[in-house]
């Protein structure tokens, strides 16, 4: 068998990929060297192809997709500007209707004060005249004595329509007023006297009183006078009896006085 050159019933190298005799040490397989190269090469090309066409598909929609939205958006945006054209319009509009009834509304009022205050000050001016006539004609400028009565009873007046007293009234009120001072000319003599007869009843017991010191005084004074001879007899006495006493103790014993003793036996 010659090295170098295989015979015809020798077995190839590999049959395929997964063959158990390409072991690593083999070195019959490497990275991009399988059988199904081309095919897997062609395969992958194709894959490619596919997926270009569709990312190309894809870019074509999305881009159409952003035109539409686009148009969508600037369709919108038309119609929106639009609107808030109309409604600023309406606004306006609806602002001078506003403006406008507000107007309309002040001026009658304004009509409608000015023709109350005309109607007042004219009820005004009436009322006036008719409280002056009634003044002038009525019992409060004349003075009129029966406008103060009162109804609950004769001794009461109305203060606000009271014109002042009558004379019968004027002459009731100076003779309780010289009642008065009478009666109170009365009670000070009456105070007076007793006032009078207070003071003298204090000079009685005033000099009531300096009469029962001085007696007082005058009892004191003989008592102690009486004390005082008293004990000057009693002085006396005690210096008669410490004399005595002196006498009766200073005597000496006699021959007869030491012969009364051991006179008999016992």
């Given at each position: 068998?010659?090295?170098?050159?295989p015979g015809k019933k020798d077995?190839?190298?590999?049959?395929?990929?997964n063959d158990d005799r390409n072991?690593?040490?083999?070195?019959?397989?490497?990275?991009?060297?399988?059988?199904?190269?081309?095919?897997?090469?062609?395969?992958?090309?194709?894959?490619?192809?596919?997926?270009?066409?569709?990312?190309?598909?894809?870019?074509?929609?999305?881009?159409?997709?952003?035109?539409?939205?686009?148009?969508?958006?600037?369709?919108?945006?038309?119609?929106?500007?639009?609107?808030?054209?109309?409604?600023?319009?309406?606004?306006?509009?609806?602002?001078?209707?506003?403006?406008?009834?507000?107007?309309?509304?002040?001026?009658?009022?304004?009509?409608?004060?000015?023709?109350?205050?005309?109607?007042?000050?004219?009820?005004?001016?009436?009322?006036?005249?008719?409280?002056?006539?009634?003044?002038?004609?009525?019992?409060?400028?004349?003075?009129?004595?029966?406008?103060?009565?009162?109804?609950?009873?004769?001794?009461?007046?109305?203060?606000?329509?009271?014109?002042?007293?009558?004379?019968?009234?004027?002459?009731?009120?100076?003779?309780?007023?010289?009642?008065?001072?009478?009666?109170?000319?009365?009670?000070?003599?009456?105070?007076?006297?007793?006032?009078?007869?207070?003071?003298?009843?204090?000079?009685?017991?005033?000099?009531?009183?300096?009469?029962?010191?001085?007696?007082?005084?005058?009892?004191?004074?003989?008592?102690?006078?009486?004390?005082?001879?008293?004990?000057?007899?009693?002085?006396?006495?005690?210096?008669?009896?410490?004399?005595?006493?002196?006498?009766v103790c200073t005597d000496h014993?006699?021959?007869?006085?030491?012969?009364?003793?051991?006179?008999?036996?016992?």
């Open positions: 068998m010659h090295i170098g050159r077995l190839p190298a590999r049959r395929s990929d072991t690593v040490s083999g070195m019959q397989r490497f990275m991009g060297e399988d059988l199904n190269f081309h095919e897997r090469k062609k395969f992958q090309q194709e894959q490619n192809r596919e997926w270009s066409l569709q990312q190309q598909r894809e870019r074509k929609n999305a881009r159409a997709d952003h035109k539409r939205a686009e148009d969508l958006y600037m369709k919108t945006r038309l119609q929106f500007d639009e609107t808030a054209k109309q409604l600023q319009n309406l606004e306006s509009a609806t602002r001078k209707a506003v403006r406008a009834a507000v107007q309309e509304f002040n001026k009658s009022q304004a009509l409608e004060s000015a023709e109350r205050k005309s109607l007042e000050k004219k009820q005004e001016q009436e009322d006036n005249l008719a409280e002056i006539s009634n003044l002038l004609r009525g019992d409060l400028l004349s003075e009129n004595p029966q406008q103060a009565a009162s109804s609950f009873g004769p001794h009461r007046v109305v203060p606000d329509r009271w014109k002042g007293m009558t004379r019968g009234q004027l002459e009731q009120v100076r003779l309780v007023q010289k009642q008065q001072v009478q009666e109170k000319l009365r009670i000070q003599e009456e105070e007076r006297q007793r006032d009078q007869e207070w003071d003298w009843q204090r000079v009685q017991n005033a000099r009531t009183s300096v009469l029962m010191e001085r007696q007082r005084r005058r009892q004191q004074r003989d008592l102690r006078r009486a004390l005082d001879c008293s004990n000057l007899g009693l002085a006396r006495e005690q210096l008669l009896q410490k004399k005595l006493m002196k006498e014993p006699t021959e007869d006085y030491f012969t009364q003793f051991n006179t008999r036996s016992r």
